[in-house]
């Protein structure tokens, strides 16, 4: 089946740990994203790759890093720089439709809570 | 204004009936346009496209009104499944950025 996995489903870490979300996609999707979203909030863009080896920082790229270094893949890293970690993460990817509109397909999330 | 808006409500509708909620975008150049839908807790998924001539999907009709800069989502029948958050995404083609609206949240009473 095609789609888009991320692990873990939940993820507890101390404050001041790197911690590491991975996101990998079957679909030959050449851009990917990654989304972080609070309770009763919208999505915020955090990092997006339009083709591998290329990334470019969103709306809250600050104390998150990424990797592009497979078309299936784009782990992306907590630091212990982000003020408040805790947080719904969400990877998706995107090609051109029929229409040529770009429809984006979502993993399932990572929870992430840091104390 | 924001990029992309939506009356976050929620709205609570009896089963069976017609529901409608819009959003507005500021760009101009904005050029794909979509709703997706999200159940707690879960990924959004995507519901459908909406074209220049709108379109429709079942009980489901979206429509684009480039003039005003707003897309709109009917629900017909409505059923308790449909209870959920509905996102407005709005795609700058040229530089690919993806804007997301905050969402709609729709609770169906039996």
């Known amino acids: 089946d095609g789609g888009i996995t991320q692990s873990p489903k939940y993820l507890f870490r101390k404050e001041g740990q790197n911690v590491t979300l991975s996101c990998e996609q079957n679909?030959?999707?050449?851009?990917m994203y990654w989304y972080r979203q609070d309770p009763g909030q919208g999505l915020r863009l955090i990092y997006y790759?339009?083709?591998?080896?290329?990334?470019q920082k969103g709306d809250i790229a600050e104390g998150y890093s990424v990797s592009r270094e497979k078309k299936e893949s784009f782990p992306l890293t907590v630091t212990s720089a982000q003020k408040n970690p805790t947080a719904f993460y969400l990877c998706?990817?995107?090609?051109?439709?029929?229409?040529?509109?770009?429809?984006?397909?979502f993993g399932p999330g990572t929870r992430l809570t840091v104390t | 204004r924001k990029e992309v808006e939506q009356d976050p409500g929620p709205f609570n509708v009896p089963e069976g009936a017609t529901v409608a909620f819009n959003c507005t975008y500021s760009?101009?150049?904005?050029?794909?346009f979509f709703w997706y839908r999200q159940d707690c807790r879960k990924e959004p998924k995507l519901l459908m496209s909406?074209?220049?001539s709108g379109n429709e999907d079942g009980r489901f009709t979206a429509q684009l009104n480039r003039a005003s800069q707003y897309i709109s989502l009917l629900i017909r029948d409505s059923k308790l499944s449909d209870s959920a958050t509905y996102l407005c995404?709005?795609?700058?083609?040229?530089?690919?950025?993806?804007?997301f609206g905050k969402g709609t949240r729709l609770h169906i009473l039996p």
């Open positions: 998706a990817s995107s090609a051109p439709g029929l229409a040529g509109d770009y429809e984006q397909y």
């Open positions: 679909l030959n999707h050449d851009a």
């Open positions: 790759s339009q083709i591998v080896n290329d990334f």
């Open positions: 760009n101009s150049a904005s050029q794909s």
């Open positions: 909406v074209y220049s």
């Open positions: 995404v709005v795609n700058r083609r040229r530089d690919d950025k993806i804007i």
